[in-house]
């Protein structure tokens, strides 16, 4: 059973970074692409940044510059690394993989951003 969890959320100020993690089991980790998104209060879920098997990354533009994306294989974790936060940042993050046809989440971690 496909399963993910993240993790690293909190309150931290304007300016400050977070962390996140996500931890996956249940696939063969290497093998796929993936992506952390967020949602804000009453908006869509967004993506924020991915990466592939091959380690190539993907970033929204609100993204780029202040966040990164990795990922440890050996531990089947991805992590997204926020820097600059802005209150515009605060989200439930999820991390997500799309196996065959079939999308999988993780149940969020809340980033809340004070200005």
């Known amino acids: 059973q496909v399963q993910l969890v993240e993790s690293g959320g909190g309150l931290v100020q304007a300016g400050g970074s977070l962390r996140l993690s996500c931890a996956a089991s249940g696939i063969t980790f290497s093998s796929y692409t993936i992506g952390w998104y967020r949602q804000a209060p009453g908006k869509q879920r967004e993506l924020v940044a991915s990466?592939?098997?091959?380690?190539?990354?993907d970033y929204a533009d609100s993204a780029k510059g202040r966040f990164t994306i990795s990922r440890d294989n050996a531990k089947n974790t991805v992590y997204l690394q926020m820097n600059s936060l802005k209150p515009e940042d605060t989200a439930v993050y999820f991390c997500h993989v799309q196996v065959v046809f079939t999308p999988y989440w993780g149940q969020g971690t809340q980033v809340t951003v004070s200005s």
């Open positions: 990466i592939s098997r091959a380690g190539s990354t």
